[in-house]
Nanobody, 126 residues
């Protein structure tokens, strides 16, 4: 079992930057693929980015490519999401999640993630 706690969400102006953090405990952190999902009001929760156990492979949804960067520090049991050039459409609750699967297809599937954080609100508005 993995316990995940996100932090870093807040109100930010369009064009601004924000870094989200997710601290993990429980199952060995380095055994997990980690993902960041987001859910906007009235929309489904979707994968934003994911990173393999050794950071050797990353995945980004098209809308954030070139703006967001996912990274991890296995020594600190923490995964990060650096978000730059933020847009109002990035407004959502952001969730950290963990899975033991590692292939590029299954990491995109919510049902493959067996641990979730409580979420942190990111609001992009002037």
């Amino acid at each position: 079992q993995v316990l995940l706690v996100e932090s870093g969400g807040r109100l930010v102006q369009p064009g601004g930057s924000l870094r989200l953090s997710c601290a993990a405990s429980g199952r060995p952190f380095s055994s997990n693929t980690m993902g960041w999902f987001r859910q906007a009001p009235g929309k489904e929760r979707d994968l934003v980015a994911a990173i393999s156990w050794n950071a050797g492979d990353t995945y980004y949804t098209d809308s954030v490519k070139g703006r967001f960067t996912i990274s991890r520090d296995n020594a600190k049991n923490t995964v990060y999401l650096q978000m730059n050039s933020l847009k109002p459409e990035d407004t959502a609750v952001y969730y950290c999640a963990a899975t033991v699967v590692g292939d590029r297809y299954r990491i995109q599937l919510q049902r493959m993630y067996d641990a979730w954080g409580q979420g942190t609100q990111v609001t992009v508005s002037s």
